[in-house]
């Protein structure tokens, strides 16, 4: 660093991404600062993941008490609302916490404000403290991880009295009836987690399915099963006005239905918190999607930023953004040019039931794979539910490229489905054929044990799809 620099690096936003590059650089030696506007962890941390999280396993006991009966015993439970939500506020400001201890460890010095680029080596930064007060800093390089931010669809009459999922998380009571507008996995994720807490849930999309991008079976699959818990699904709608009444939020929606509502909650997508950063005047470009732009190694238009996480709008995934950081440090700061790879990143969906997925969908695979595609596929009821009369179904799915035989998509939608799926994603990322799934032992009596025992096609395919 030359001496007319306060830093070496200076980091914008505090969450996993942000956290992970400034710790390791200052661990390298280097001198940092981070500067975080809210708290630190970031929305995984304080607003998303963790909480959410928290939240699934809350709501998803009254579906253990049911199980639980026809085995024989005999349940008698209610849910305290607010001791829950003390809870899980003392376990995430622990969590903070450690993230700004850990900071303070490797020596990074973590300034509790926001930061507004004033040019490409000076920020400046308003102190939290109401107070108003600013600093100016000054920086060699500097990395941008603000993340995103709940999109609300301006324009919609009535749209300021609902929610998004971060006021979700605070609600000062468990309302009685909510709708929830979205079809991603944050708004099925939350649906599940109102309608087991015993709130009357609706969920609405303007789509012909819910989590779009996702495998088509998977799609279908889950809407049949979060409906089996419930759930009221309402398709290829979306809300014309919203109305405030002494009684609760109306919805007029498209197809002439109206519903009322304690809450409605908008979950219709996150956008890259960009606003009022001043970008421009630090020359850092955004891309046609309003994301930052970064080339393969991160770095923005201006020489001396860079960008990581869901700010740049790649794959917004918590884990991607840790890998992204590791991989600006390894290329900026030890001479180790380096990117993420998006190929084969598992993900899950805390639905309930729960999804978890690995590499090409079926109709991916179909464009993909030159050759066609084998498709493997099984739905069975849990051995869990055999004494209960329930009807819900697991599905498992393999997508194997014909020609190669390898498995380049799995799909599972049931039970500990994100816990399987991240030991299948070990496969499908070396490449393993079906043959060396099929050699595989089963583990019995279990749910995955599936996964290496499929043997009938459903399909194949020989054309280029």
């Known amino acids: 660093m030359t001496d007319s620099y306060d830093y070496d690096l200076f980091v914008i936003g505090a969450g996993s991404g942000g956290v992970r590059a400034a710790r390791l ?5 280097k001198k940092v600062a981070i500067a975080e506007e809210y708290r630190v962890g970031g929305t995984c941390v304080i607003r998303g993941c963790v909480p959410k999280k928290f939240m699934v396993m809350a709501s998803d006991f009254a579906h253990q008490f049911h199980t639980a009966e026809g085995y024989g015993w005999t349940v ?29 460890k490797a020596g990074v010095d973590l300034v509790n404000g926001r930061a507004v680029f004033k040019d490409a080596h000076t920020v400046e930064v308003t102190h939290r ?23 609300m669809p301006e324009g919609l009459e009535g749209i300021e009295h609902c929610i998004s999922s971060e006021e979700a998380f605070h609600l000062p009571e468990l309302p009685k009836r ?12 939350f649906a599940g987690i109102f309608a087991g807490l015993g709130v009357e849930t609706t969920l609405i999309y303007r789509g012909p399915n819910i989590l779009r991008g996702f495998d088509d079976d998977v799609r279908a699959h889950l809407a049949g099963e979060i409906e089996k818990r419930g759930i009221k699904v309402i398709l290829g709608c979306q809300h014309q006005k919203i109305e405030k009444t002494e009684t609760g939020l109306v919805s007029h929606l498209e197809n002439g239905m109206v519903l009322e509502h304690d809450v409605i909650m908008f979950a219709t997508g996150r956008v890259p918190h960009v606003k009022d950063l001043g970008l421009e005047k630090a020359g850092v470009s955004l891309n046609d999607k309003g994301a930052i732009e ?21 794959m917004n995934l918590t884990p991607v953004a840790i ?46 794979c030159s050759a066609g595609v084998d498709v493997y596929v099984t739905r ?16 498992m799915k393999l997508v194997v490229d014909a020609a190669s035989q390898k498995v380049v998509g799995v799909h599972i939608v049931g039970p500990e489905a994100p816990e399987m799926i991240q030991l299948a994603a070990i496969a499908v990322k070396a490449g393993l054929t079906k043959a060396q799934w099929d050699a595989t032992c089963a583990v019995h009596p279990t749910m995955a044990e599936e996964l290496v025992t499929l043997k009938e096609k459903q399909s194949q395919d020989t054309s280029a799809g």
Do not use: C
């Open 25 to 29: 650089t200052a661990l390298g030696g």
């Open 294 to 314: 970064v080339d393969t190694l991160s770095k923005t238009s201006a020489d001396n930023i860079w960008a990581i996480g869901d700010v740049t709008d790649r």
């Open 76 to 104: 008698e439970a209610s849910f305290d609302w607010p001791k829950f939500l003390q809870a899980k506020d003392v376990e995430i400001a622990r969590l903070s916490g450690i993230y700004a201890a850990n900071l303070g």
């Open 380 to 395: 069975f009821r849990p051995m869990k539910y055999a004494f209960t009369g329930s009807d819900e179904r697991v599905l």
């Open 178 to 189: 909510i709708m929830i507008a979205g079809g991603g996995y944050i708004a099925v994720e």
């Open 323 to 368: 890998r992204e950081a590791v991989a600006f440090h390894e290329t900026v700061y030890r001479n180790n040019p380096s990117h993420f790879d998006y190929e084969a990143v598992a993900t899950a969906v805390f639905s309930q039931p729960p999804v978890g997925v690995v590499g090409l969908s079926e109709s991916e695979a179909r464009h993909t």
């Open 129 to 151: 403290d109401g107070t108003g007060e600013t600093r100016t800093i000054t920086a060699e390089k500097i990395l941008i991880a603000t993340g995103g931010r709940p999109w």
